[in-house]
């Protein structure tokens, strides 16, 4: 198993290894009077983003490590409670499912909610303003995340969740995933032993589906980092995506330490996720144990 | 073929002609439905203001520019107007109703008004102007009354503008008086386009490098695989975003980059198939019959069975790029202005929103999402009724 471990390890650090040269390869090549040719910019951000030296940013006068850490830590807010969120709804539909098997309105909903999910992100936020703004006119519109009461967090917090986690078909994909995944661990012959001898099958049910549902998180880690993007700079949540966003709009020559800055945490965030994958898939897969 | 030809394939073949059809329009007659009409002018569908406002569209004052006069620098002047011009003259006038205006007291007798300069086909009699405005005569209007005072026996000039508005548009104007609709058929030429451009890049070198690798399993496979993977694990959007700022908001370029962060999708999807197909029955008969690794690939494999799954792909990547088009087109690293996108068009919406303007954030999403759905009805549809086991 340590072996394992060891080579997707090794794996993913040259995955983002490559990534980065990637992303500095892009770099390089945004047009600027004022730099080097591409080469030397090429090398210059390699070495920057290879040996963590960042310094100050000189747009801001802030520490680039305190910008970066401060803002991520909202981002990675806004996608923790959104993937709780995604879950916990999923969970829900499909218990409520099989309650009431073949109830005719819960049926509806679910196909409601499974086709307002195809919707892009950017849809949803904008109708999700239309609603907050002119119909219900109760949602803040911004709050102190330090000093302010947790319902006013909350509230702040509810839409750009709401929109990040209807949007992209994030929802139905988790919905129809776990509900698969649950279907075909009902038909297996040992949760119907279980059943026989009249054992609680919930927690090896729990435990079975912890790795697909972090397969699924892992996949869809990207899209969900793409759509925080689009949801913070909408809401004006100063995240990651917000900092991107406000230093490529600056005109002329930009803030580049600090944009390669904020890529290479959301590249090591996509990294780290797929690494815990490869461990749960590792610990608790009894297949892969045997093997 | 007949039976499974759906009302969705219906549906979303009459959104794709209805694109077509502005595209064709935006090219040939590109100032078709350019109306004008006050600015942030609701929309003629009454529908949203009552169910929103309860209350009828006249009833809603507009926010116009012309609402007070512009007092002039010389002090006589301004004591003129202050004494004469107590009733304020309408700012706004609208096409085929007469529009009045009668400059001072009706108990004042000493000043004599003379027009002059007014748009043309209008009256003046009684001291009182009156004009009934054609549909040519939409946009902004000087109109300068010549004022004699008997008692001070001076003569003053007194300007004003007139804004005339095109009646009650389809779905309302924006903040500079253009016409919402016309907009968003303008925005329609950016869809079909751009899309094309990501397919190419995405669906169709996707097929043929998924096609090859799966097929002649060799190092070239492994070396595009592990290229895959790379740009698999790099959130899309920082990709876009830097592909936008990289080609100075160049669309095409942009599309060139969102066919690059397709590509690993498709990719593995065909790369699966052929796989999937290459150890199958028929595979090794036709080998052992003498036909070429081309022909068993290109035929038998991808056009008999991947047909549905590339039509699928087409779909999704059309979806994808008028998304990706939309959403830089709102963060304003898209499309610039002159152009108009429907991107663009929900970020002017989102500042209206604030003064109660819906009009400019509910009709470009309802036709964002009509249009999506369409290309997802008709890539579904189409690949059911192709596909060979159905």
């Known amino acids: 198993m340590i072996k394992k471990i060891g080579y997707s390890l090794v794996k993913s650090v040259l995955n983002l290894l490559l990534s980065v040269i990637f992303i500095c390869v892009l770099l390089a090549l945004i047009p600027d009077i004022t730099a080097d040719n591409y080469a030397l910019r090429f090398k210059s951000y390699f070495i920057t983003a290879v040996t963590f030296n960042y310094d100050i940013s000189l747009a801001?006068?802030?520490?680039?490590?305190?910008?970066?850490?401060?803002?991520?830590?909202?981002?990675?807010?806004?996608?923790?409670?959104?993937?709780?969120?995604?879950?916990?709804?999923?969970l829900v539909i499909i218990i409520l499912e099989s309650l009431f098997n073949q109830n005719y309105i819960l049926q509806i909903i679910v196909t409601v909610i499974k086709t307002i999910s195809t919707l892009p992100v950017l849809i949803w936020a904008s109708l999700l303003i239309f609603f907050a703004f002119i119909i219900w006119n109760a949602v803040p519109v911004y709050a102190d995340l330090e000093s302010d009461s947790l319902w006013i967090k909350t509230l702040v917090i509810a839409l750009p969740v709401i929109s990040l986690s209807l949007g992209d078909g994030m929802l139905?994909?988790?919905?129809?995933?776990?509900?698969?995944?649950?279907?075909?661990?009902?038909?297996?012959?040992?949760?119907?032993?279980?059943?026989?001898?009249?054992?609680?099958?919930?927690?090896?049910?729990?435990?079975?589906?912890?790795?697909?549902?972090?397969?699924?998180?892992?996949?869809?880690?990207?899209?969900?980092?793409?759509?925080?993007?689009?949801?913070?700079?909408?809401?004006?949540?100063?995240?990651?995506?917000?900092?991107?966003w406000q230093v490529l709009m600056t005109p002329g020559a930009k803030d580049y330490p600090l944009l390669l800055a904020c890529c290479k945490v959301l590249l090591i965030t996509?990294?780290?996720?797929?690494?815990?994958?490869?461990?749960?898939?590792?610990?608790l897969n009894p297949h892969l144990i045997e093997k | 073929m007949i039976k499974a030809v759906s009302s969705k394939l219906i549906f979303g073949l009459t959104i794709l002609l209805t694109l077509v059809i502005a595209h064709i329009v935006n090219i040939f007659y590109p100032n078709m439905f350019n109306e004008r009409s006050a600015r942030n002018s609701p929309p003629s569908i009454t529908l949203f203001q009552k169910l929103l406002y309860n209350n009828p569209i006249e009833e809603i004052e507009f926010i116009s520019n012309w609402l007070f006069l512009e007092e002039s620098d010389n002090e006589e002047v301004t004591r003129f107007e202050r004494k004469y011009f107590l009733n304020a003259p309408n700012r706004t006038a609208t096409v085929n109703k007469e529009y009045n205006y009668r400059p001072t007291?009706?108990?004042?007798?000493?000043?004599?008004?003379?027009?002059?300069?007014?748009?043309?086909?209008?009256?003046?009699?009684?001291?009182?102007?009156?004009?009934?405005?054609?549909?040519?005569?939409?946009?902004?209007?000087?109109?300068?009354?010549e004022a004699y005072d008997q008692e001070s026996n001076?003569?003053?000039?007194?300007?004003?503008?007139?804004?005339?508005?095109?009646?009650?548009?389809?779905?309302?104007?924006?903040?500079?008086?253009?016409?919402?609709?016309?907009?968003?058929?303008?925005?329609?030429?950016?869809?079909?386009?751009?899309?094309?451009?990501?397919?190419?890049?995405?669906?169709?070198?996707?097929?043929?490098?998924?096609?090859?690798?799966?097929?002649?399993?060799?190092?070239?496979?492994?070396?595009i695989d592990n290229l895959s993977i790379v740009i698999e694990s790099i959130p899309a959007l920082i990709i876009i975003f830097l592909a936008s700022v990289i080609s100075?908001?160049?669309?095409?370029?942009?599309?060139?980059?969102?066919?690059?962060?397709?590509?690993p999708s498709n990719y593995e999807n065909i790369k699966?198939?052929?796989?999937?197909?290459?150890?199958?029955?028929?595979?090794?008969?036709?080998?052992?019959?003498?036909?070429?690794?081309?022909?068993?690939?290109?035929?038998?494999?991808?056009?008999?069975?991947?047909?549905?799954?590339?039509?699928?792909?087409?779909?999704?990547?059309?979806?994808?790029?008028?998304?990706?088009?939309?959403?830089?087109s709102?963060?304003?690293?898209?499309?610039?202005?002159?152009?108009?996108?429907?991107?663009?068009?929900?970020?002017?919406?989102?500042?209206?929103?604030?003064?109660?303007?819906?009009?400019?954030?509910?009709?470009?999403?309802?036709?964002?999402?009509?249009?999506?759905?369409?290309?997802?009805?008709?890539?579904?549809?189409?690949?059911?009724?192709?596909?060979?086991?159905?």
């Not at chain 1, 981002?75 to 995604?86: K, N, P």
């Not at chain 2, 086909?121 to 300068?144: L, Y």
């Not at chain 2, 100075?248 to 590509?263: A, D, E, H, K, P």
């Open chain 1, 60 to 90: 801001r006068g802030f520490y680039i490590s305190e910008l970066v850490i401060d803002a991520s830590q909202k981002t990675f807010l806004l996608i923790f409670v959104t993937l709780i969120t995604v879950i916990m709804i999923s």
């Open chain 1, 172 to 244: 139905m994909d988790f919905y129809l995933k776990i509900k698969n995944e649950l279907s075909s661990l009902n038909q297996q012959q040992w949760v119907k032993s279980l059943r026989a001898r009249g054992i609680s099958t919930l927690k090896h049910k729990i435990r079975s589906l912890i790795v697909p549902i972090f397969n699924l998180v892992s996949s869809k880690i990207t899209y969900l980092i793409s759509g925080s993007i689009i949801v913070e700079y909408i809401f004006s949540w100063q995240g990651l995506g917000f900092l991107i």
């Open chain 1, 270 to 283: 996509v990294i780290i996720i797929s690494l815990i994958r490869d461990y749960i898939d590792f610990t």
């Open chain 2, 105 to 145: 007291n009706r108990s004042n007798n000493s000043v004599i008004y003379e027009v002059y300069s007014a748009p043309p086909n209008f009256e003046f009699r009684n001291q009182e102007f009156s004009w009934i405005p054609i549909k040519e005569n939409v946009g902004a209007h000087t109109i300068i009354l």
């Open chain 2, 154 to 223: 001076k003569t003053f000039q007194i300007e004003y503008i007139l804004y005339v508005n095109s009646s009650f548009l389809l779905f309302g104007s924006n903040n500079r008086g253009e016409s919402v609709f016309g907009m968003i058929v303008k925005g329609a030429s950016w869809t079909l386009v751009p899309g094309l451009i990501a397919c190419f890049f995405g669906v169709i070198l996707g097929l043929f490098f998924g096609a090859i690798s799966g097929y002649y399993n060799n190092y070239f496979s492994n070396l």
């Open chain 2, 248 to 263: 100075g908001f160049n669309i095409y370029v942009i599309m060139i980059f969102v066919g690059i962060v397709l590509f």
């Open chain 2, 272 to 328: 699966q198939t052929v796989i999937s197909f290459k150890k199958s029955q028929f595979v090794e008969s036709s080998k052992e019959i003498g036909f070429r690794n081309t022909t068993i690939l290109w035929k038998d494999i991808i056009w008999s069975n991947c047909k549905t799954k590339i039509i699928k792909q087409i779909s999704y990547c059309f979806v994808f790029s008028i998304t990706i088009e939309i959403t830089l």
């Open chain 2, 330 to 390: 709102y963060l304003q690293i898209g499309i610039q202005p002159p152009n108009i996108s429907w991107g663009m068009l929900l970020y002017e919406g989102r500042s209206m929103l604030l003064m109660g303007g819906y009009w400019l954030t509910v009709f470009p999403s309802m036709i964002i999402i009509l249009t999506l759905s369409g290309f997802y009805f008709v890539g579904e549809s189409l690949s059911r009724s192709l596909n060979p086991r159905s």
